[in-house]
Each structure stands twice: as structure tokens, then as C-alpha cells.
């Protein structure tokens, strides 16, 4: 029995880990030293856009190297990245900003590493939806993180269900739909629900504008956004 159990111990710490590391949304001094040691320290790093993070990696003298994960090859990628860590490779994953999985690549290698009983760990680090929710003057108590709205199919069925919730909603937009989701706010939650939009978070131009969905929308119909968008919305009261 003994023998058995120190055997399953053994194959364990063969294992590697996976890392899901937070990367900054603009400002590179919320890098954190704990991401920046894990990313030095691990065998690969799973990169959305390895451009992207070509950048960060090199303002940071990370040299570890990468391989591009993202929407469209996850899938493909999971048994062959399992595979590794069950070797023993350890692996971080990072998205281009903010924490993996959050509207990014992430839950299918997580849920297939932890079905597999490999280790995963989440480093704390920088969220958009966090400081958005926070400055917005909403309450924060209680709330709902909806990510990006459906396109097409479903976005009606979506916004008449969330009329009707009671805690606080979170959203994340592009700026060209920005106007085109306002405008559903106003016809489906009502002119008058209390909306704060948060752009370009942590970086030169960040801006927060509050007010009532209307007069929201008024603002960014005269001054078209830029940059990327957090939404919040108040609560059905």
C-alpha cells in the first residue's frame, strides 16, 4: 500500500505545472517581480499574440521561449501541450493583457490539465474589469461579469434577461461597437440606468465617463472612442 502510494507521489512530482501569469493592460510598472521570475524560470510560454508579447518579454530580459496559443489553435494545442507538462516541462500562459481566461485563451488547457492531475496555478496580477469596477462609483459589493455581448445570436435574448438583474453588470467592448451596445442599453435597460465607461486603462489617455446611458451615449457619439473598453452598468432597481 505504502509502495503504491509513494509511486503516485513520484509520478506526480515528474509533472510539471502550468502557470497562468497576468501581464499588464497598459502600464508596464504593474508587471508584478513573482510574474516576472516565473516567466524567466519556466521551459515554454503560451503567448495570444507572440508579437505582442515579444515586447513585454524583452523590455523584461525574459528569454524563455515561446509558442503562439490563441482562440483559434487552442483546441488543437491541448493533448500536445498536456502531453509536455506531463513530462515534466513547466509551462506559463499568458494573454496580451491581463489574466489568461478572463475573454482569453485559457479555461481549455486549465480544465484539461486539472482532469489530467496536473497542477495548474493562477498568479494574482492585473484584471481590466477590476479598477473599471472600482472607479465606476457603482456598487461593488455584488456583481456580474458578462465579457463581450453576443454579435448576433442571442445578443437580444441577452439583453432582456440583464435587464432585469439586480447587481451590478460588467462588460467588455471593442470601440467601434461601443455606440451600437450604448444604444441597446438605452433601449433595453432604459435611458436612465446609471453607466460608467472606463478606455485606455493605466495608460496616457485613460478616461472614465459616468453618467446615464443616454447621456453616455451622447458623449461618445460626439467624441468617438478609442482604445480598449470596460463598460459598467447599474443594477435593476
Same mark, same amino acid.
Given at each position: ?7 503516485? #507521489? ?13 501581464t499588464?493592460? &497598459?502600464?508596464? *510598472? ?5 510574474? %516576472? ?7 515554454? %510560454?503560451?503567448?495570444?499574440?507572440? +508579437? ?9 530580459? %525574459? &528569454? ?7 482562440? !483559434?489553435?487552442?483546441?488543437k494545442?491541448?493533448?500536445?501541450l ?6 515534466? *516541462? !513547466?509551462i506559463?500562459?499568458?494573454?496580451d /493583457?491581463?489574466?489568461?481566461a478572463?475573454?482569453? @485563451? &485559457?479555461?481549455?488547457?486549465?480544465? /484539461?490539465? #486539472? ?8 498568479? @494574482? ?23 463581450? #455581448?453576443?454579435?448576433?445570436?442571442? +445578443?437580444?435574448?441577452?439583453?432582456? $434577461?440583464? /435587464? ?12 467601434h ?5 450604448l ?12 453607466v460608467?465607461?472606463? +478606455?485606455? #486603462? ?6 472614465t ?7 453616455? $451615449?451622447? !458623449? ?11 463598460i %459598467? ?5
Amino acid at each position: 500500500m505504502l509502495r503504491g502510494r509513494a509511486l503516485r #507521489l513520484f509520478t506526480l512530482k515528474q509533472m510539471g505545472k502550468l502557470y497562468l501569469v497576468p501581464t499588464p493592460i &497598459g502600464n508596464l *510598472e504593474d508587471m508584478t517581480l513573482r510574474a %516576472i521570475r516565473v516567466l524567466k524560470e519556466v521551459d515554454l %510560454i503560451l503567448a495570444e499574440d507572440t +508579437r505582442t508579447s515579444g515586447k513585454l518579454l524583452h523590455h523584461f530580459e %525574459i &528569454g524563455t521561449p515561446m509558442k503562439s496559443h490563441h482562440m !483559434h489553435n487552442e483546441h488543437k494545442m491541448v493533448d500536445f501541450l498536456v502531453g509536455k507538462l506531463k513530462v515534466g *516541462e !513547466h509551462i506559463a500562459m499568458i494573454s496580451d /493583457a491581463g489574466t489568461p481566461a478572463i475573454s482569453d @485563451p &485559457g479555461f481549455l488547457l486549465t480544465r /484539461a490539465c #486539472l482532469e489530467a492531475g496536473i497542477e495548474v496555478e493562477c498568479l @494574482p496580477g492585473a484584471t481590466a474589469f477590476v479598477p473599471a469596477l472600482v472607479n465606476s462609483g457603482l456598487p461593488n459589493d455584488k456583481f456580474v461579469f458578462e465579457g463581450f #455581448l453576443p454579435v448576433k445570436k442571442g +445578443r437580444q435574448t441577452r439583453l432582456k $434577461l440583464l /435587464a432585469e438583474e439586480p447587481r451590478t453588470i460588467i462588460f467588455y467592448e471593442s470601440p467601434h461597437k461601443l455606440l451600437k451596445t450604448l444604444g441597446n442599453f438605452v433601449d433595453y435597460f432604459g435611458a436612465e440606468r446609471p453607466v460608467s465607461v472606463s +478606455r485606455e #486603462l493605466t495608460k496616457l489617455y485613460e478616461e472614465t465617463v459616468r453618467g446615464t446611458a443616454e447621456e453616455v $451615449l451622447k !458623449h461618445f457619439t460626439e467624441k468617438p472612442p478609442k482604445g480598449e473598453i470596460v463598460i %459598467i452598468v447599474g443594477g435593476n432597481k
